[in-house]
């Protein structure tokens, strides 16, 4: 069965924290996704990665970094936590196909609190 | 550029009776389109998806979706709504000019009441 995991389920950290939120998969899937979601915004690209070491900015990527050093870990990294990035985070990851667009497999969600 | 609309934020409908979650797309190229349903405190999940085979693509639990390339639109159906279909519906849009990333929507809220 297809896996996303994700370190936390919820989390809170106070303002100028520095903070990771990891992701593991076990579908030996190239490319992986951070997202965050919000009420009546829907969800957002922040990075994504098709290849370890490889990263490339979305929409959002401001004040948010990544690393992946090993294909079925991504790590989203908040160097100074700010309460305007107190949201829903998925992770998701997918296959390469021919048409590079395949099915996303999503994580459950770490919900972060930044006080 | 790629995007989707999504035309209700909110749908309530009684059991057992239809469904109709709209949404409306814009693509330069021959898109992907994927609905995706989150139900509460859980994970996103694939409902279904088109990648330029049968316009009507069927999904899990009864639901289905007609890509309409005159109308630009994908719109989500299903024939008689149960009570665990209560959720978040998401309409996502994808080309190849895009490269990996999905372009979702803001989601729909359906409500089904006894």
């Known amino acids: 069965d297809v896996k996303v995991t994700q370190s936390s389920r919820y989390l809170v950290k106070r303002t100028g924290e520095k903070v990771f939120l990891e992701c593991v998969q076990d579908?030996?899937?190239?490319?992986m996704f951070w997202y965050r979601q919000d009420p009546g915004l829907g969800l957002r690209l922040i990075y994504f990665s098709y290849d370890v070491k490889m990263k490339e900015k979305g929409d959002i990527p401001e004040g948010y970094s990544v690393s992946r050093e090993k294909k079925e870990r991504f790590s989203l990294i908040l160097e100074s936590a700010s309460t305007n990035q107190t949201s829903m985070y998925l992770c998701?990851?997918?296959?390469?196909?021919?048409?590079?667009?395949?099915?996303?497999?999503f994580g459950p969600g770490t919900r972060l609190t930044v006080l | 550029a790629q995007s989707v609309t999504q035309l209700d934020s909110h749908v309530s409908v009684s059991e057992g009776t239809p469904v109709l979650l709209r949404c409306n797309y814009s693509s330069s190229y021959s898109p992907s389109l994927f609905w995706y349903v989150q139900h509460p405190n859980k994970g996103l999940q694939l409902l279904l998806k088109y990648t330029s085979a049968a316009t009507l693509v069927k999904g899990i639990n009864g639901f289905e979706a007609e890509f309409k390339k005159s109308e630009t639109s994908f719109h989500l159906t299903k024939p008689s709504a149960h009570m665990s279909d209560a959720a978040e519906y998401f309409c996502v849009v994808s080309d190849r000019n895009s490269g990996y990333a999905l372009n979702f929507g803001k989601g729909t809220s359906l409500l089904v009441t006894p």
């Open positions: 579908m030996d899937h190239e490319n």
């Open positions: 998701a990851s997918s296959f390469t196909s021919a048409r590079l667009v395949d099915t996303q497999y």
